[in-house]
Each structure stands twice: as C-alpha cells, then as structure tokens.
C-alpha cells in the first residue's frame, strides 16, 4: 500500500467531485420517484460547487465562492418552485412516479 | 491531517451520495444528501472557505432539504415500487457508461492539473465573511440584486402554484 | 501537545458542567412552576428535592426502551441521538469568561474561539429540526407525525426573524466572533451605563432582542410555542411513542438548547461577562455579597427546621457553609479573574432561563394558525424593519 501524503493533491477534490457529479447523473437517469430525481440534480449542483471552491483555492481568489452562493440561492429558489409543483402534481395525479407522468394534459 | 480529514470526509460523502442513488425510500434518499453537503461543507472548511461552509450547512441543509423532506412527510409516500418487469437492458448499459464517465474524468483531471498543486489547510484565508462581503457587495453587487429578484418570482411562484386550483 | 490536553481538559469539564446543569435545569423549572402555581414542588427525594434529578435518571435509566412495531427502526433510534448531538455542539462557541493565566498557560473560559462563531450557531440550529422531523415521522404514529410537521415548519418560520434580530446587534460589534463581540461590549457609556448592545449607541437593541427570544422560544419548542408537543391534543408530539433513554435524550437536548439559547443571547445582548456597573463602584463584591447572603440563609432555616423534618437540620447548615466557602474564594486574588466574570456569565444567564420558566408558567399555548400568521405578518417584518433602522442609523453615523 502506497503511503498516504500529508498533503492534499488538488485533483483527489477534482475527482471527488466528478464522482458526485456521475453519482447524481446516474439517479438522475435510473430513478422513477420524482423527488429523488430532484435530490439527484441538487447533488450535481453540490458537485459543481465542490469545484468552484477548489479552484477559488488553487487561484487564490474568493470568486469560486461567490458563484458557489449564487448556485445555492438558485438552488432555494428551484426547490421552492419545483416542490410546489411536485405538491400540484400529486394533488391532480396522486402518483410520484415519473413514467406515469408522461402526459401533458389529464 | 490533511489527507486524513480529506479523505474521511471523502468517504462519507461518497458513500451517503451512492446511498442517495440506491434508497428507495425519499426520506433516506433526502438524508443521504444532507449528508453529502454536511461533509462537503467540512472539504469547503479544509479548502479555506469558512462563509461557504456554513451557509452550506444553513441554506442547503437547513433549509432546502428541511423543505424536501417536509414535503415527503405530507405526501407520506411510501417506498417506490418495484415495476413488475424489471428491465435489465438500462441498467446493463448504464453501469459501464457511468463507469466510463468516471474514468474519462478521471483522465481528464489527472493529465491537466499539474501534479504540484496542492491543498493545505490554511494557506488561503480568502473564504472568510469579510472578504467574502466585500467582493459580493462591490464587484458582483449586480449579480446580487438580479437574485433578490429571481427569490422575489420563485416565492410569487411558489404562491401561486399551492394557492391556485390547478 | 499542550493545546490538545488543555483543550480535552476545557471538554470533559464543560460537557459535565452542562449536562449537570441540564439535569438540575429539570429541578429548577419543577421548583419554579410548583411555587408560581402556590405548590411546593419536588419535595421528598433529599432536602427540597434536590436529588431529584438522579431519581429521574435513574428511572429512566432502568425502564424499558420499547421499540413498537412498524416504525422505521434506524431512524427511530437515530433522531433522538442526533437531537442530543447537535444540542451539545453549539455551546463550543461560547465564552464564558475572558483570558487568563494560570500556573503559566493562558487559556480562556470557553472551549474555541471561532471566526464564524455565530454562523455555526445558526448552522447546527437549523439542523435541529431534523432530530424532531425525524423522530415523529418514523415513530409511525399520527400524533408524531403531526408533532413532527408542526416542528419543522414552525423552526423554518421562526428561524428568519432569529436570523433578522441577531444581525442587527452584530452591525454595531463588527465581528461574528463571540469571544471579540464580548470585548467590544467592555466600557461604560457616562462612566455607569454598560456599553452592552442592548444599551449601546447609537441604536440600543432593545427590540432585536425582544425579538430574537420570542423567536428562540418557538425554535426551542417552548411554551407558548410548544405546538410539537402539545399534550392536549397531540398526547406528546413527536416523542409519543419514545420511552426510556430516549426519551431522557430528547429531553435533554430540548433543555441543552435553552441552556445554548441563553448563552448566545447574553453574549450577543447582555455583554457576556462584563459586570453590571464598573468594578470602581463595588461592583467586585456582589458575586460573595449573594452567595454568602444565601449561605447565611441556609443557616438560619437549618436551625429553624421543622421537627418532621429532621434530615434539614443537618444539610441546610452543611450546605450554608459550602456556600460561605464558595463567597470566600471570590477573595482569593489569584481567582478573582476567572471567578468575578464567570459569575456575571452565570447570572445573566439565569435569569434568561429564569424568564423561560416564568412564560411557561403564565402563558397559554397558540393555535397553529396564530402561531404561523404570528411569525410572518409580525415579526418577519418586525425584524426586517428593525435591522433597516439599524443598519441606516449605523451607516450615517459611522463616518
């Protein structure tokens, strides 16, 4: 077994957060529940923000964060309107499963 | 105790984001990923990013996923069910795409970051409130103010959707 | 290697004080509620009661855990743990003393000294409603369930107006460190008046304040608040079908979260451990003038104890001396640093609880709809219009 260092590399970030990001891709693809589907996209977000931070690191620079805000606040406002619209969904259909929400009208 | 804190907090993470994918219940899959942002919101502290941290901690999961998993709790669904015929075809050309996809960035990360950068714990302090409230506040005061308005449409919408018979 | 023993020292220390505290917090409110109520209160187990709480612990301890069918085992179990894990985290943040030396290390009263100590407060408060949510979701009951909603949609609503009132008093420290917003609240204005924010130029918080321990008491699920748990209609909220040391687990966090409540408060508003008026005027000799005066009163009663009572003639005189003891070593020059603010600490934080018991020995409960149409028709806005005035006075009287 290789000896671990004592510092971090700044890829093992990058590579931390490629394999968030396809995790997320992935329940993105193969989950029917709506609302997993929708954790799984705020897990790719939370992927991308990993990066941002990163790189605001390796360049020494607070911008990485300030982008990273901007992605929660619209993070907040796309679970406030895309949770509403899970809540209408059930209420018209009572069913959470994506291949039975196929159509567009009832 | 970099690498080890790194990689703790690694592990955690990507084994709440895999339990995220495989749950079948949404209130397991909801928790997995306040796992994942809580250990993430440890790597942002690792990283210098203290502000970063703990609005990770309130906004995401203190707010978002408080509201996911209000919203599972009042449908009270239960688990997915399992569909009577399974197909295994997907799935059977997923797994080696994902694994690709993982290895392709892999690759990608490995060859185009030079082997020398690395992550020290407190090497950068530029994470913290002052600086933080100082670049928001004056470089990107406009990005700011279109995202009060963008909150400003999501609560109108939000209103409407839940009032309104649909 | 130092800083690791010191600081697992400060640890041990501070987790058995609170845990203590939380225990007798239990007794204090009995006692407080019983004598509001004209009732004496816990009155058998040792003198006045006062081995109460490890009957309690006891009894909790030897019960059975029932763990009733059909509920989601894994988070039945963990929600009360993590409800006891997050009410213990914020109190890290919390000075209790200024720095001193002794026997030549320099440490201070508190256990770290956070830069975002304040957000790491808001942080593991907001998480705290997970613990309830979960708990009453997995019990697999109607009355948990519904104690469980009712918790995490009155902690999302009540936490904006917390959030609102305890920015404006930080616009006036500078810091969101807890350790410097308590310096920066040394001094007194006119040479008498303390320089806390709640009395502080140019702005005194006064409604930040009464804004952010309205709030606290619905964050902390406490009368008139307490819609989570409320026994008339829901038996007991989200812990119904909790018995055991699960139940002593949300129990105590529900009072290791008054305890952190009212820390936060008087360092933010109350000046910490700053003294009352200045120490030129006297105001060193309080703290020994109190606890020696109590230490004399356990005398006189112990003497004039009641025949039925014959356990009192001895503890309420041992107990008296412990007490003088305790009033001497604010004498002691070597301990006066530590002793005299940590008093203050204590004492306002007392009285914080103090007002905790007396609401919920006066207040009737809210209906669920007052309590949301309360939180965002008044005192979001109250709170939004106060950190406005705030922020303005500040602005134009900063230059």
Redesign the interface.
């Known amino acids: 077994m290789p000896p ?13 957060s ?10 993105f ?5 709506i ?2 589907v ?3 996209i ?2 790719m977000l ?1 992927a991308v ?2 990066t941002f ?2 790189f ?3 360049l ?4 990485g ?2 982008f ?3 992605v ?10 895309g ?6 969904v ?1 209420k ?1 259909r009572q069913t ?2 994506i291949d039975e929400i196929s159509s567009m009208k009832l | ?4 804190l ?2 703790t907090f ?1 592990a955690i ?2 084994a709440c ?2 339990n ?2 495989l749950q079948t219940h ?2 397991s ?3 997995s ?2 796992g ?3 250990s ?1 919101a440890v ?2 502290l ?19 996923m ?12 239960q688990g ?2 399992t ?1 009577p015929k399974k197909n295994v075809l ?2 059977a050309i ?1 797994l080696p795409l ?1 694994f690709s ?2 290895g392709v ?2 690759a990608i ?2 060859t185009q ?1 030079p ?1 020398g ?4 714990f407190g ?2 302090s ?4 002052l ?2 409230g100082r ?2 506040f004056t470089r ?1 005061l406009l ?1 700011f103010e279109v ?1 009060s308005v ?2 400003l ?3 109108v ?2 209103v409407v ?2 009032k309104k018979e ?1 | 290697m130092n800083f690791y023993i010191i600081s697992l020292v400060k640890a041990g220390i501070t987790a058995g004080v609170l845990l203590t505290f939380c225990a007798y917090l239990v007794w204090i409110e009995r006692k407080v509620l019983a004598h509001i109520q004209l009732r004496p209160g816990p009155y058998r187990v040792g003198p006045h009661g006062l081995l109460q709480p490890l009957s309690d612990l006891i009894k909790l301890m030897t019960k059975e855990g029932v763990i009733p069918a059909n509920v ?1 085992t894994f ?1 039945y179990l963990f929600a009360p743990f993590l409800a006891v894990a997050l009410a213990l985290i914020s109190i890290v943040v919390i000075p209790f003393g200024p720095e001193f030396s002794i026997l030549g290390v320099t440490t201070g009263l508190g256990l770290t000294d956070l ?2 100590g304040i ?2 407060v ?2 593991v408060s ?2 705290g ?2 613990a309830i ?2 708990g009453g ?1 997995a019990s697999n009951s109607k009355y948990s ?1 519904m104690g ?2 009712r918790s ?2 009155q ?2 609503s009540y ?1 904006l107006p917390m959030a609102l009132a305890i920015v404006s008093p930080l616009l006036l420290l500078n810091t ?1 460190n807890f350790r410097e917003m308590v310096v920066g609240q040394e001094g007194f204005a006119l040479g008498f008046i303390p320089r806390w924010t709640i009395f502080a130029a140019p702005v005194p918080q006064v409604f930040s304040f009464i804004i952010f321990m309205i709030a606290v008491f619905a964050e902390t699920n406490r009368v008139p608040f307490d819609l989570p748990e409320a026994e008339t209609e829901l038996v007991a909220g989200f812990h119904t079908e909790y018995s055991s040391l699960m139940f002593a687990a949300f129990f105590t966090a529900e009072y290791a979260n008054i305890i952190t409540v009212c820390c936060v408060a008087t360092a933010l508003f109350l000046g910490g451990w700053q003294p009352l008026w200045p120490a030129a005027y006297g105001s060193n000799f309080v703290p020994p003038l109190i606890i020696g005066l109590a230490g004399l009163m356990l005398l006189y009663h112990g003497s004039q104890a009641l025949k039925s009572r014959r356990w009192d003639r001895f503890s309420f005189p041992a107990i008296g001396v412990i007490f003088l003891g305790l009033a001497g070593l604010f004498f002691v020059p070597v301990l006066q640093p530590v002793l005299i603010p940590f008093f203050w600490f204590a004492s306002k934080l007392l009285v914080l609880i103090f007002v905790f018991i007396w609401v919920r020995g006066t207040l009737p409960r809210f209906r669920y709809d007052q309590l949301m149409k309360f939180a965002w028709t008044f005192l979001f806005p109250a709170a939004l219009i106060n950190l406005l005035i705030t922020g303005l006075v500040v602005a134009l009287t900063s230059q």
């Not at chain 2, 950068?117 to 020290?120: A, P, R």
Request: include cysteine; glycine fraction near 4%; charge should be negative.
């Open positions: 671990i260092p004592t510092v971090v590399p700044m890829s093992w970030y990058l590579i931390l490629a394999i968030l990001f396809t995790l997320g891709a992935a329940g693809l193969l989950r029917r529940n609302i997993t929708f954790m799984c705020e897990l939370n923000n990993l931070v990163a605001s690191h390796q020494k620079q607070v911008d964060h300030i990273t805000f901007f929660m606040v619209v993070a907040a406002a796309e679970a406030a309107v949770l509403a619209i899970i809540l209408t059930f018209n959470l499963e | 105790m970099d690498a080890i790194f990689l690694a993470a990507v984001a895999i995220l994918v949404p209130i899959s909801a928790l990923l306040v994942v942002m809580t993430l790597l942002y690792l990283l210098g990013g203290s502000f970063i941290a703990a609005v990770q901690v309130i906004v995401y999961a203190g707010a978002i408080v509201l996911f998993i209000f919203v599972i709790m009042l449908l009270n669904t997915e069910r569909q997907p799935i997923a994902l996809l993982i960035l892999a990360v490995a970051v082997a950068e690395i992550v020290k090497t950068f530029g994470g913290d409130p600086t933080f670049a928001m990107y990005p995202t963008l909150i449409i999501a609560i919408g939000a959707l839940a649909i | 989601h988070f830069n975002i957000l790491l808001l942080a907001s998480l409603v997970y949510a979960l979701w369930l469980g909603l995490a949609a902690m999302i936490e969101l």
